[in-house]
Structure formats: C-alpha cells, structure tokens
C-alpha cells in the first residue's frame, strides 16, 4: 500500500501561481518504480488528467489545457511529487489529486483508471 498526501492547495488570483507537493509513505519499494500523476476535478464533473512524470522522472506528459504553465517533477530521495502550477487561470479551479501505480509493465500510462493510488485532494481557487 501507498499513502499519498497533497498540500499547497490554497486561494490565489488570476496569473497567480501555486505549487502543490504529494508526499507518499508506505511500502514504496516493491522492485518497480512508480508512476505519479496529477488530476482535477470540478463539482458535477468527472476527474480531468492534469499530468503525470515516469519513475525515473526522465517521461512526463501533460494536459493540453496546462501545457506550458504547469510542470510536474519529483523528488525520489524525499518521495515527493510536485505540480508547480504558474500563470493559473479561474478555469484551474478544482480539487487537484496526487496518484499513483507501480509500473509493473514498464509502460507509460496516464489514464484514470491505471492509477491505484490516491490522494485526499486539495483545493485550488484560482479568483478573477
């Protein structure tokens, strides 16, 4: 099991930037490496992919919609993941996830439902 912890959320206005960390624990080491991934979700609507970076941290792939403003990274020494979040936007605004799976395949995925772990979520309130 994996425990992901997200924090940094917070209010901020228009062109404004945050940078949201997800801190993990618990048996982290299992012979495969971990993906971790960024999502958001707004109230009636399903959970949007934000971004996601390879175990080694070498592979990271984003949302169109964040493409330029926002850049994932992680600290393996600290097992720690970042989402630096710049040039925000009030249609940024959402409950941001951390997640995460073992790369048991050696493939690079980023969809919602190869992710088996996850965070509590942390508000981002982006004001015009």
């Known amino acids: 099991q994996v425990q992901l912890v997200e924090s940094g959320g917070g209010v901020v206005q228009d062109g404004g930037s945050l940078r949201l960390s997800c801190a993990t624990s618990?048996?982290?080491?299992?012979?495969?490496?971990?993906?971790m991934g960024w999502f958001r979700q707004t109230p009636g609507k399903g959970r949007e992919f934000v971004a996601a970076i390879s175990e080694s941290g070498r592979n990271k792939r984003y949302a169109n919609s964040v493409k330029g403003r926002f850049t994932i990274s992680r600290d393996s020494a600290k097992n720690t993941g970042y989402l630096q979040m710049n040039s925000l936007k009030p249609e940024d605004t959402a409950v941001y996830y951390c997640?995460?799976?073992?790369?048991?395949?050696?493939?690079?995925?980023?969809?919602?439902?190869?992710?088996?772990?996850w965070g509590q979520g942390t508000q981002v309130t982006v004001s015009s």
């Open positions: 997640a995460a799976y073992y790369n048991v395949l050696g493939v690079f995925r980023q969809d919602e439902d190869d992710f088996d772990y």
């Open positions: 618990g048996r982290t080491s299992t012979g495969y490496g971990y993906v």
